[in-house]
């Protein structure tokens, strides 16, 4: 496969044309605070459309290069920049006339060309704009490391349309790699065809299907007879947010009381989708499901959901940490301590996947919806180990309405404003409380040593 | 010998089609066939070899290594001397002859020779390769004075690097005024009188009756009888298309070879790209557009469609544009810069200060832009002019401040 590139991502519409940015640049490129050495520009508003940018796009196809007469610009094979070699530029700017973004322009006060150099993978725009409208996208690391690893997965999984749980065991399972061993309790995982259909097996890798009530245990059994015949292997369950928060919830407590050394984790679509969308511990309050029905006694659930992810930290069990699959960045890294730590105690995943089919949303919508839960804090991205406490992974300081992400679902259309303050109010409690844990973790950790 | 692509030539229009078959073919044998003993390397960036800025191997555009990864022969020293299109071959200097399935011909352009009395019988200098560029660079070490024939864009580079080196340079003109094919009179007054302040001596509108062997020097008379002596005589009058080995192949030419939108010739299998090459220019017409962002476009789009290549999108038109460095100065023009009925001229500047705009707009677009010493992105402008921008309703946003006006339709519309 070809090498992926991190990026810098403009958000027009988050822009306020600060230009902070610009400062930070000249700052950074030329120790100056004079705008004029900045290397990413940021256009007024002309007659009322949205503020824009000049800026290297570090094309794939780069006619600066191609037009450049004495081989000062170059496509870097490892970052992606268009480098630019000093001591070959003659300063033709012939380069210019292959940019129509004005990503390479002459700039007068340093006698020569200039372009964006992404700041060696550590962008100074992008840490000093203060309405996260520049964003330093890394993901094409996961790809350039994982895309040649072999998936764990036949083709043709039966999930619905839109569904991110194919997605999600896709990822993990090539990160997990073959040395494993799956347990996947009744839910839209073995439902999707994970443990078999048609007399065929839809996994690569050896997969068994627990009970509802059993998986934790039962797997903390299969993998102790892997480690007693010598065989090292990872020991995997992916279930539902059923099987582990209702009927399943005694084995998994209990192996995470023992600290059994497994990797749980849990996908949680907010109930019992495969089986007719019934309602489960976590299905939010407000929701719509085949058990909470919308009519005239009930307006949807009327109980909140258990906050899962933090109970399993009340177990103390080795490492415990929520994600979402549109934060992909975010997942691996947990992922890849979980792994690790499985090896001798248990990590618990809880993984949020909202559900095109059962929550009634387009399915190609399905991350977008995991991008809203995060930007609203409807759900917060977090980790948690003995040692070091609870900490936010992916902070979000000034987050949207949760009602713009309600209004993307269809289970909860039905919504009056009262509920939908509630579900605000529910939200920022949740939040005000995770914060009060993280400040507890923070007083607690001993000083960095320097 | 067999390759399915052949390739005659080695600089831009020839390295961006074989970068392009590689794109979409990458097992398909493919030859470089080129008459230049070096790796490849820019005609453009030949003064600068001159000036002892570049060295000649530090300017190379494709390495042996590139040859080597990407599958292509690259056979240097190979001067193709016939095409037999009806046999799908090629014959050598040496007498070998090439099959080929698909021929791309960007052999480029060479130095025309004025018809000055006397010329063939002194030694002077062209700038067109490699070798002729180390050739002036020590001529220059051991000359005093020297005459330019032309100022055209290679000869005020040459001039400019000469009198930096010490040269009593006097540059000889036929046209009124330099840089006649991008510049207008007033801009190019401001770089006459920039080359003046620098002690070069400028003869605009000048005819060169003849030149004479006198000793050492070299003895130029200018049609008003005036004489200039010089050691060394450098003439750069423009260039002409490499189609002379295309006699008699059938291969259609009138300055250059005759290719359609998409640098296909009129026969099977046989494209030409870059210098050598007359296309559609974009305000009618087949023209012959020496520039090298010109080359690189051809180039492409002809390797894409030697390689059949279902998403090639046809040649827009040739447009002139230029962006020249003088003595630490800058000068851009794209586009036309004569007028026409229904174009609409503005122009600002302070030509004291060496600052100069003109923008030609025609129905509500843009048509040409000149700046001196006024930065535009010349890209930019490109696009606008190509993509036929409406800008009548930031005209006067646009006239007061190109730059930022481009900057922002551009940023608006390049998707």
Not at chain 2, 195 to 202: D, S, T, W, Y
Request: glycine share 10%; with cysteine; aromatic share 8%.
């Amino acid at each position: 496969m070809g090498n992926c590139f991190s990026t810098l991502q403009f958000h027009a519409g988050r822009c306020d044309g600060c230009g902070d940015c610009m400062t930070a640049c000249a700052q950074a490129k030329a120790n100056s605070d004079d705008q004029a050495y900045s290397r990413i520009r940021i256009l007024p508003k002309a007659s009322g459309e949205s503020v824009e940018l000049a800026l290297c796009r570090q094309c794939a196809d780069p006619i600066c290069v191609m037009n450049c007469p004495s081989g000062a610009l170059s496509k870097n094979g490892d970052t992606g920049v268009i480098d630019w070699a000093e001591s070959k530029c003659v300063n033709c700017l012939l380069c210019t006339a292959g940019c129509a973004y004005a990503g390479i322009v002459y700039a007068p006060e340093v006698g020569h060309v200039a372009k964006c150099d992404l700041c060696d993978g550590d962008p100074a725009c992008v840490k000093a704009c203060p309405s996260e409208a520049l964003e330093y996208r890394t993901a094409a690391r996961i790809f350039n490391a994982y895309a040649d690893k072999e998936d764990m997965f036949c083709r043709g999984l039966a999930a619905c349309h839109g569904c991110n749980s194919e997605l999600l065991i896709r990822h993990t399972m090539r990160m997990v790699g073959p040395e494993v061993v799956v347990a996947a309790p009744p839910g839209c995982i073995p439902g999707m065809g994970t443990v078999g259909y048609n007399g065929q097996t839809g996994a690569k890798v050896p997969i068994f299907h627990s009970l509802l009530t059993n998986t934790a245990t039962m797997l903390a059994g299969v993998k102790l007879q892997y480690n007693r015949v010598g065989r090292n292997v990872t020991a995997v369950a992916l279930a539902g947010d059923g099987g582990t928060s209702d009927a399943g919830f005694q084995s998994v407590s209990g192996a995470a009381e023992r600290n059994d050394p497994i990797l749980f984790i849990c996908v949680d679509n907010e109930g019992y989708m495969n089986t007719g969308m019934q309602s489960s511990g976590v299905t939010p309050y407000g929701s719509w499901t085949s058990t909470t029905p919308v009519g005239g006694q009930m307006q949807g659930k009327r109980t909140e959901a258990k906050n899962l992810p933090l109970i399993m930290t009340m177990h103390n069990c080795s490492y415990v940490a929520t994600a979402s699959t549109a934060f992909l960045e975010d997942y691996y890294a947990k992922l890849e301590k979980a792994i690790e730590v499985a090896k001798t105690g248990m990590a618990y995943l809880h993984v949020y996947a909202p559900c095109p089919t059962g929550w009634r949303f387009p399915s190609a919508m399905t991350t977008q919806v995991c991008r809203m839960q995060v930007r609203t804090n409807f759900i917060a991205l977090w980790e948690y180990d003995p040692g070091n406490g609870l900490q936010f992974t992916h902070p979000v300081d000034r987050p949207e309405p949760v009602a713009e992400y309600l209004k993307l679902i269809g289970k909860y259309r039905h919504l009056s404003e009262e509920q939908v303050s509630h579900i605000q109010h529910t939200v920022d409690e949740k939040i005000a409380y995770l914060r009060q844990l993280t400040q507890i973790a923070a007083a607690r950790r001993p000083a960095p040593v320097h | 010998m067999h390759s399915e692509y052949i390739i005659v030539g080695s600089s831009h229009a020839a390295l961006e089609a074989a970068t392009a078959i590689r794109l979409i073919d990458a097992d398909g044998t493919l030859t470089l066939l080129t008459r230049d003993a070096h790796l490849p390397y820019s005609p453009t960036i030949l003064p600068y070899v001159v000036s002892g800025r570049s060295q000649p191997d530090n300017v190379v555009l494709r390495s042996q290594a590139y040859f080597r990864d990407n599958a292509i022969a690259f056979v240097p020293g190979t001067s193709v001397v016939a095409v037999d299109p009806a046999q799908s071959s090629l014959r050598l200097a040496s007498g070998a002859t090439w099959q080929y399935d698909r021929l791309l011909i960007a052999t480029g352009a060479a130095p025309m020779l004025p018809p000055v009395g006397g010329l063939t019988k002194v030694p002077f200098h062209v700038l067109r390769s490699m070798d002729d560029a180390i050739d002036l660079r020590q001529a220059i070490g051991k000359a005093r004075s020297a005459i330019v024939l032309g100022a055209g864009l290679i000869g005020m580079h040459a001039a400019e690097n000469m009198a930096k080196a010490k040269i009593a340079v006097t540059v000889v003109e036929l046209q009124p005024h330099a840089l006649s094919g991008y510049f207008e009179p007033r801009a190019s007054a401001i770089i006459e009188r920039t080359f003046a302040c620098n002690g070069i001596r400028m003869f605009m509108g000048q005819t060169l009756r003849s030149v004479e062997r006198q000793g050492d020097f070299c003895l130029a008379t200018l049609a008003d009888g005036t004489t200039i002596a010089a050691d060394l005589l450098l003439v750069c009058t423009g260039v002409k298309p490499n189609i002379g080995f295309l006699h008699g192949s059938g291969i259609e030419v009138d300055t250059g070879i005759l290719v359609d939108d998409w640098m296909h010739t009129n026969l099977p299998n046989v494209w030409a790209a870059g210098d050598v090459a007359q296309a559609r220019g974009f305000w009618g017409g087949k023209v012959v557009n020496g520039i090298l962002p010109n080359a690189v476009e051809q180039g492409r789009i002809a390797g894409l469609a030697m390689a059949d290549d279902a998403g090639v999108m046809p040649f827009p038109g040739a447009v002139p544009l230029n962006t020249y460095s003088f003595f630490g100065q800058q000068a851009i023009s794209v586009g036309r810069g004569s007028t026409c009925s229904g174009m609409e001229i503005a122009e600002s500047g302070v030509e004291a200060d060496g600052i100069y705009r003109r923008i030609v707009l025609k129905d509500g677009q843009l048509v040409g832009i000149a700046t001196i010493n006024d930065f535009v992105d010349a890209g930019i402008m490109w696009q606008l002019i190509l993509r036929r921008t409406d800008l009548s309703s930031v005209k006067a946003e646009f006239i007061a401040n190109p730059q930022l006006t481009g900057r922002q339709l551009m940023s608006q519309i390049w998707r």
